[in-house]
């Protein structure tokens, strides 16, 4: 069974640090992107960070600078390191799997793709910003 488990949220204050993680297992295929997703209430999921399978990594413009996405090297478990946190921050946050893309967007990159093409979602972990 696919299982996609976040840890690391929390409450920190303005200029905090956290570091999210994502444990990933039973992946049936190669995950094409890895990505942190957030949602804050009354507002719309949003991307924050993906990372390809090279290691090539997209950010949401205000995550530049201050959020850094990592993977475990031959794994797909995967890490957002955040820095500087920030009010606006404050959302739930979720790690998702792109497994299923179709055949002629497999070359596409991570950023800004459909969210249906990630088949495999976390719960989420929450994360409070505050000041």
């Known amino acids: 069974q696919v299982r996609l488990v976040e840890s690391g949220g929390g409450s920190v204050q303005v200029g905090g640090s956290l570091r999210l993680s994502c444990a990933v297992s039973?992946?049936?295929?190669?995950?094409?992107?890895m990505t942190w997703f957030r949602q804050a209430p009354g507002k719309e999921r949003e991307e924050v960070a993906s990372i390809d399978l090279g290691g090539y990594r997209t950010y949401e413009e205000s995550a530049k600078g201050r959020f850094t996405i990592s993977k475990d090297n031959g794994k797909n478990d995967m890490y957002l390191e955040m820095n500087n946190l920030k009010p606006e921050d404050s959302a739930m946050y979720y790690c998702?799997?792109?497994?299923?893309?179709?055949?002629?967007?497999?070359?596409?990159?991570?950023?800004?793709?459909?969210?249906?093409?990630?088949?495999?979602w976390g719960m989420g972990t929450q994360v409070t910003v505050s000041s």
């Open positions: 039973g992946l049936p295929n190669k995950a094409y992107c």
């Open positions: 998702a799997a792109d497994t299923r893309r179709p055949v002629s967007q497999r070359a596409a990159r991570c950023g800004g793709i459909a969210q249906g093409w990630f088949d495999y």
